[in-house]
């Protein structure tokens, strides 16, 4: 979905940017089987064990060096990888062979937004991981996810988004807006209302053909992943349509899109790459990856004119788990490698080679957190910013079909004001496009 890609979505967003991220701000992204082709092959060999991997675009796992690691630490294990690329494809077949018991994987990756799905459908298919990973290790809200009310735990969790604003320090500045980070988070702390104000403020003195942000959709998926409830609530009932929350991120969005406070521009799609390219916005809401995408997308002379402020409010933006089915061959030494490869220490070490953010607290104290750098943003300290986000994000309601609703509200939503519809009209679209696709 465009308003919150999937990992095989992210990867062409980013890949561009890796030799380029000090410590390593990317999100993953390309098939990365051992045999190249997207299947694994081989029976182990040697009398060893073979834990098999399913895995959609790339979790980084191999690249990282981690498979190497554990496997020279037990040395009667060997492992290897099936590898999908685009999530799409992965899950509706990842539902099918838990569903028949049939054709899984030791270890099976599941994206954040199929995970509440998962729980509710499929939880007696898998094995409860409570007893493998440490719940402490993990940030209480990503651990929460993957858990039944009976709990569960049927995922560990792998990386997060967390979520902050990207901006351009030259066009605050030609603006007359503050440029120090801190200041600039002073401006909106604790309110999208502020946010938006402030993008009024720049309106008044903006450059020649720039707007405050880059697009409606970011707005709104930026201010919907720092509430709780959004598009359904705890009982798994579907309310976007009466949830306040919704509705008031959708107006104030819209509100931003009539006073032409964001680009008219779908985000992901080469008009908006354009807009990056040509210096055409001044912010934006930014999780980790998002610093790879501008990398990508920008012309040279952007590195170090961008900085990184907190969000009015924490939310996050993205992340995957691993999940053992109990039909797999090898489901006690699957369980282990799990829990090894999701442990704060892997993390951290996989932050440092392919950006993924950890979700486990204990890695945001390790030097590839706290010092991280990214030649877009300079000396800001990208680490510590993250990672308070992280930490503040709050245990958010995931549902079945959360990303059709998102979809629904950004690309057939507030897109439409951004293009001279009224948000009457655009609210009317998006709901009756939602709900054709939900069957109601």
């Not at 706290?370 to 990672?387: H, L, R, V, W, Y």
């Amino acid at each position: 979905m465009r308003a919150a890609p999937s990992r095989t979505a992210r990867k062409a967003l980013v890949i561009a940017a890796v030799a380029s991220l000090g410590a390593g701000l990317l999100a993953g992204c390309a098939d990365d089987g051992k045999d190249g082709s997207g299947s694994s092959s081989g029976d182990g060999g040697g009398g060893k064990t073979k834990i098999t991997l399913g895995l959609f675009g790339t979790f980084g796992f191999e690249e990282a060096g981690l498979y190497a690691e554990y496997e020279k630490l037990h040395p009667d294990i060997d492992i290897q990888q099936t590898v999908v690329e685009r999530n799409e494809n992965y899950y509706p077949a990842l539902i099918n062979h838990l569903t028949t018991n049939s054709g899984l994987q030791d270890i099976q990756g599941v994206e954040v937004g199929n995970i509440a799905e998962v729980v509710a459908t499929q939880s007696d298919k898998l094995l409860d991981l409570a007893k493998y990973g440490k719940k402490s290790d993990f940030l209480e809200w990503k651990w929460a996810q993957a858990t039944t009310k009976d709990g569960q735990t049927v995922g560990l969790g792998t990386d997060v988004g967390p979520m902050a604003i990207c901006y351009r320090k030259d066009l605050f500045e030609k603006a007359g807006l503050p440029t120090d980070r801190e200041e600039v988070g002073k401006l909106w702390a604790g309110s999208w209302d502020k946010f938006v104000d402030v993008g009024q403020d720049y309106k008044k003195k903006a450059p020649s053909g720039t707007t405050f942000l880059d697009s409606p959709g970011g707005l709104l998926n930026a201010i919907l992943s720092s509430e709780t409830e959004r598009f359904y609530d705890s009982s798994g009932k579907v309310i976007y349509k009466d949830n306040p929350a919704v509705k008031a991120a959708f107006d104030l969005t819209a509100k931003a899109a009539q006073d032409k406070l964001v680009g008219n521009q779908t985000q992901f799609q080469p008009a908006w790459d354009t807009t990056i390219a040509n210096s055409k916005f001044a912010a934006m809401s930014c999780p980790p990856w998002m610093l790879g995408y501008i990398k990508g997308k920008s012309k040279p002379d952007a590195a170090g004119k961008w900085d990184v402020a907190a969000a009015p409010k924490s939310g996050n933006w993205g992340g995957s788990f691993l999940a053992v089915p109990k039909a797999g061959k090898n489901t006690e030494e699957a369980a282990k490698l799990a829990a090894w490869l999701t442990a704060p220490e892997q993390q951290a070490k996989l932050f440092a080679k392919q950006g993924s953010f950890p979700s486990t607290p204990p890695a945001y104290e390790s030097d590839a957190v706290k010092s991280a750098k990214n030649d877009m943003t300079g000396d800001a300290p990208i680490g510590e910013i993250f990672a308070a986000a992280a930490k503040d994000s709050p245990v958010q309601v995931i549902g079945p079909k959360d990303q059709i609703i998102q979809q629904g509200l950004t690309d057939n939503g507030v897109i439409l004001v951004a293009q001279g519809k009224s948000p009457e009209e655009a609210w009317k679209t998006a709901t009756k496009t939602i709900d054709n696709n939900l069957d109601q």
